[in-house]
C-alpha cells in the first residue's frame, strides 16, 4: 500500500525553535510538493522538487524556511526560527513525471504535520 | 497564476439526498486537468474525482459526478445519495498538463451531511 508518509504528526514548539519536518514520498515518484494550510490562505504551495532539484520556492518566506531533498526517499522543511504565524498543518504531496513529459494525473497526499508555534 | 474560487465557504445536505459543490477557475491554457479532493476530519486529502479538459463527456465515480462546463471555466461537483461519511471539507483544484506542475487550489466548501 504505497502512500507519501509524513513526521512529525503533530508539533507544539515555542517561538524562536527550530523545526524539522520529513516527507516520505512514494517510492518512485520523482516530484515532491511541500504545501501550508491555514484557515486565513487556505492550501499555499511553498516548494516543489523534480527529480530532487528545487523547481519553484518562491512561496516560501527565505529568510527562515528551508526545503531540501537529502535523497529520492527523503523531503524536509525546516523553519528556524520559528514564529506564531506558522501555526500551520503542513502537507508534502507528491507525483511522478516521466521523461517524456507524462505521469501520473494526481499528487498523492501525506496526512500532513499539525504545527503550533506558542 | 491561475485561480480557483469556491464561492460556497459551508453548504449541507439531508443524508440520500443530493448537492452540488460549485468551482470556477481562470486559465488562458486549453490544456489542463481540474480535480475534486476531499478532506475529512483526520486531515488527509483524497482525491474524489478528475476531469481532464479535452474530454468532453463529464467524469463519474459511483455517486459524485462533475458538471465540467469549459467555456463557462465552470467544474461543479454533485453528489447523490450523500452519506454521513460525506461530510468534509471539499477542495477543487486546478492544474496544468504537465503532471509535474503544481496544483492550485480553491478555498474549499465545508459540507454537513444531516441525518
Known amino acids: 500500500d504505497a502512500r507519501v508518509t509524513q513526521t512529525p504528526r503533530d508539533k507544539v514548539t515555542e517561538m524562536g525553535q527550530e523545526v524539522t519536518m520529513r516527507c516520505q514520498p512514494i517510492l518512485g515518484h520523482n516530484t515532491v510538493f511541500w504545501y501550508r494550510q491555514t484557515m486565513m490562505q487556505g492550501l499555499e504551495l511553498l516548494a516543489y522538487f523534480r527529480n530532487r532539484a528545487p523547481l519553484d520556492d518562491s512561496g516560501m518566506p527565505k529568510d527562515r524556511f528551508s526545503a531540501e531533498m537529502p535523497d529520492a526517499t527523503l523531503a524536509t522543511l525546516k523553519i528556524q526560527p520559528s514564529e506564531p504565524r506558522d501555526s500551520a498543518v503542513y502537507f508534502c504531496?507528491?507525483?511522478?513525471?516521466?521523461?517524456?513529459?507524462?505521469?501520473?494525473?494526481?499528487?498523492?497526499f501525506g496526512p500532513g504535520t499539525r504545527l503550533t508555534v506558542l | 497564476a491561475q485561480t480557483v474560487t469556491q464561492s460556497q465557504p459551508e453548504m449541507s445536505v439531508q443524508e440520500a439526498e443530493t448537492v452540488t459543490l460549485s468551482c470556477t477557475y481562470d486559465t488562458s491554457e486549453s490544456d489542463y486537468y481540474l480535480f475534486w479532493y476531499k478532506q475529512p476530519p483526520s486531515r488527509q486529502m483524497i482525491l474524489v474525482i478528475r476531469?481532464?479538459?479535452?474530454?468532453?463527456q463529464n467524469a463519474t465515480e459511483n455517486r459524485f459526478s462533475v458538471n465540467f462546463q469549459k467555456a463557462a471555466k465552470s467544474f461543479s461537483l454533485k453528489i447523490s445519495d450523500s452519506q454521513l461519511g460525506d461530510a468534509a471539507m471539499y477542495f477543487c483544484a486546478y492544474r496544468s498538463a504537465d503532471p509535474g506542475n503544481q496544483f492550485y487550489f480553491g478555498t474549499g466548501t465545508s459540507l454537513t451531511v444531516i441525518p
Open positions: 504531496a507528491s507525483g511522478l513525471v516521466l521523461g517524456d513529459g507524462t505521469g501520473a494525473y494526481e499528487q498523492f
Open positions: 476531469q481532464e479538459a479535452y474530454k468532453q
